[in-house]
């Protein structure tokens, strides 16, 4: 084969133009007429209803069980209680890399939170399962519950976050406060927050011999095939996951969660397919969470406005059974430069499910920490908060001592200020009302996320009649990966969007890697690309080396996949159609494979990171201490685009996100029972329509060269970074009052200040 130079320039100049592209979702049309068939809207032919029994206790064991009264019921087949489970191949207690949590599957009578599941009533009818779960009526053997940040001893965790060192520290703290002439010190505390993704976790389980067909949303699911395997001791190839919609994961659905698996259990119990779909307090426990914080921070500035030292200490929860741990602290070790930082992390055990990643685990608790600190450090500074963030931003990442891959925050910044009005904004509190007499405060937050790569794999195949196909198991959770990775896709092979079939959304096709951690669209989007060079390589080997081709001995100046045709990189007046190479190929199509994985080199060489600057308006009612979000405006500079629309989509969506953690979002945990207090939707307040009357974002143009070949970084979470400081900022604005418990309600804003 002749020598072919491919990847000389970036993608969209070398392929196409769908990249870039506003399109809507593909997959727009089926959603809003419902022809989408999301997990729970599968019925297989003799389908029966599995529905959870949960305890209402958080610890203990279950002493009883009405089983008889439950199968008494009309409709019920079968409970499935600790007793008569079917057996497992591998104890779901077993833990044998950090990121395989403990589930629970009815392997004891024991309860360790609220809301596990203690049995499972399957039925010919949801209302049939339902009422046998009433019957059960369980009695406990209840224990004194542990709920709260001072439940119990604290530790040091062994690690937070995805394997991270607890305690980091450069430079001298204590030396650094000494030499300060400002200095705060302050204590913040970030409440409990649970996925309340649109659709709940749901399953439609069906097993043929031993191999299982099921129907469930998945942020990974090679992943959860690899886990259903060692659970079920079968080969993961037997195991055919379709999950093509999801109605938000949040994190909660990136491992298979305890009721998923149950609802697998109860299928092959019963030997008949199985839906099993949570109810929405039972969102409230087995399918993980964000632990709440109490963050304490102190730092020192200089006659400059410079930090001479930042200190963050974080301490959170985990359960008593398992190990996650939020990384708040480490929000501090990239954004503000200072001589010497230090964070570290404690934890306890509680009575809770364990917590999990929970859209920007760590960096959205973090930053509402880190960015209320900064704007009390620029308020000891006598500093406008946006000044002293120009000044104290970092332009090396501070603990890794690395230089960013690209760093383009003062656009962001200056974008931002002057789209929003900044330079309007009066430095003390309490000066501006509107026309109702509402106090008026502007805030400021600096947004950061890590740009992540993951591993993935695709295929990519040309046909002879000109269209093209692309495989790869990505996974699109409602952000829009079903047209993004599509437009890669189509690029990457040198078509229009519309000449090339998108598969995905299935466990049989090659590993799509995972949706989480805001890396799905480099890492997916990578593994196509490179198996859209593969195929085009492999093609062009295919006219170079074939004296009838117009391309013949173009090897070493390389061609461009445009259109459908091949066309000489240096004399663009010769090319040859796909068709026409396959054609005389006598081939009816040819196929190409593609890889994606960090760059370990750049890895080791750059700091990488997404990052933008958030402005926010509220307005609070002086007499109630009613705070209503005004606007929100972000700019954010994430590389490359692969479609605005979607993006700013994202955006605004974390936006959202970092409103309703400043303002909303909380689980209220009942300190006697262990129970939380508020699982539903109705009291877990998330932010509706009339709470954001404005959101914007500005996307920062940015080209990063290192992150990966197509410039990609993530734009799923870093909008509630940056976000939720400045509302919170934003409130001590409008009144003069520093609230550091989140969310912000209203009786902290009537009382007088102490
Ligand atoms: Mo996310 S918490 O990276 O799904």
């Known amino acids: 084969m002749a020598e072919i130079a491919l990847a000389q320039a970036p993608a969209h100049i070398r392929h196409g133009s769908n990249i870039g592209q506003p399109l809507t979702r593909r997959d727009g049309l089926v959603k809003v007429t419902g022809a989408a068939r999301y997990a729970a809207d599968h019925h297989p ?58 589930l629970d599957l009815l392997q004891t009578d024991r309860v360790r939170y609220a809301n596990q599941a203690i049995a499972v009533v399957i ?36 690690a937070v976050g995805v394997g991270h060192p607890s305690e980091v520290h450069r430079g001298d703290v204590e030396a650094g406060l000494a030499a300060a002439s400002k200095r705060i010190e302050a204590t913040y505390e970030t409440a409990a927050q649970y996925h309340n993704a649109m659709e709940p976790h749901a399953i439609v389980a069906t097993w043929d011999e031993n191999k299982l067909s099921i129907d469930t949303p998945s942020q990974g699911l090679a992943m959860a095939q690899g886990r259903l395997a060692g659970l079920f001791g079968i080969p993961p190839g037997n195991i055919h996951i379709r999950s093509p919609f999801l ?56 006659n400059e406005g410079k930090l001479t030292a930042l200190e963050h200490r974080a301490k959170t929860t985990s359960s008593t059974f398992d190990d996650f741990f939020e990384p708040a602290a480490d929000a501090s070790h990239t954004l503000y430069a ?63 001592g690395k230089p960013f891959s690209s760093k383009a925050l003062r656009d962001c910044y200056a974008q931002g200020a002057e789209h929003f009005g900044w330079e309007r904004r009066p430095l003390a509190p309490r000066q501006m009302r509107d026309r109702d007499g509402l106090l008026v405060g502007w805030g400021v937050g600096t947004a950061t996320f890590p740009a992540i790569m993951f591993q993935a794999e695709a295929k990519a195949v040309l046909r002879q009649d000109g269209s093209g196909v692309v495989e790869i198991g990505a996974h699109d959770m409602g952000q829009g990966a079903w047209t993004a990775l599509a437009q890669i896709a189509a690029d990457g092979i040198g078509l229009d969007i519309d000449q090339v079939e998108f598969r995905s959304g299935t466990s049989d096709l090659p590993d799509g890697g995972i949706a989480g951690g805001s890396a799905h669209t480099a890492t997916a989007g990578m593994a196509i690309y490179n198996a859209g060079a593969d195929v085009i390589a492999r093609l062009a080997g295919l006219a170079t080396d074939d004296a009838r081709s117009p391309l013949f001995g173009a090897g070493n100046a390389g061609v461009i996949a445009r259109g459908g045709r091949l066309i000489r990189r240096d004399d663009e007046s010769r090319s040859e159609s796909y068709a026409d190479i396959l054609g005389r190929a006598g081939l009816a199509e040819i196929a190409g494979q593609g890889k994606s994985a960090a760059d370990q080199a750049a890895q080791s060489t750059y700091a990488m990171h997404a990052h933008g600057a958030v402005f926010a308006e509220v307005k609070v009612d002086p007499d109630l201490g009613q705070v209503r979000v005004a606007r929100v405006l972000g700019a954010f500079a994430a590389g490359r685009i692969i479609n605005p629309r979607m993006v700013l989509s994202q955006l605004r969506g974390g936006m959202i996100w970092g409103v309703s953690f400043a303002l909303n979002e909380q689980a209220v945990m009942d300190p006697r029972s262990g129970r939380p207090m508020n699982p539903n939707l109705s009291e877990y307040h998330i932010p509706v329509n009339a709470d954001v009357p ?32 400045a509302v919170a900022n934003a409130v001590w604005h409008a009144t003069g009052v520093r609230v550091r418990n989140f969310p912000i309600k209203l009786d902290r804003l009537i009382e007088p200040r102490s």
Do not use: W
């Not at 404005?694 to 290192?706: K, R, T, Y």
């Open 45 to 102: 032919p003799g389908m029966l209803y599995g529905v959870l029994a949960v305890s209402d206790v958080a610890r203990g064991r279950v002493a009883f069980l009405d089983v008889e009264a439950a199968k008494a019921h009309a409709g019920v087949v079968e409970v499935m209680t600790p007793t008569n489970k079917p057996a497992l191949a591998q104890d779901p207690d077993e833990k044998t890399n950090p990121f395989m949590f403990r």
């Open 123 to 158: 039925a010919e009818t949801l209302e049939a399962a339902s009422e046998g779960a009433i019957l059960l009526s369980p009695r406990y053997e209840a224990e004194p519950t542990r709920v709260g940040l001072d439940a119990s001893e604290s530790f040091v965790p062994p």
């Open 247 to 302: 109605g938000g994961g949040f994190g909660s659905k990136g491992f298979i969660s305890g009721p998923q698996i149950l609802g697998i259990m109860a299928a092959r119990m019963v030997g008949k397919p199985v839906k099993l779909v949570l109810r929405r307090e039972q969102m409230f426990g087995p399918v993980g969470h964000r632990a709440p914080t109490r963050q304490a921070l102190r730092m020192g500035a200089d």
């Open 338 to 400: 200072s001589p010497a930082i230090a964070t570290s992390h404690e934890a306890v055990r509680v009575d809770t499910g364990t917590p999990l990643f929970m859209r920007a685990p760590g960096e959205a608790t973090g930053s509402i920490a880190l960015e209320s600190a900064i704007d009390e450090m620029a308020e000891a500074c006598a500093m406008d908060p946006l000044e002293f963030r120009l000044k104290n931003y970092a332009e090396v990442e501070p603990i890794s």
């Open 694 to 725: 404005s959101i914007d974002a500005i996307v920062v143009e940015e080209h990063d060269p290192h992150v990966n070949a197509l410039g990609i970084k993530g734009v799923g979470e870093i909008g509630v970074t940056g976000t939720a400081g």
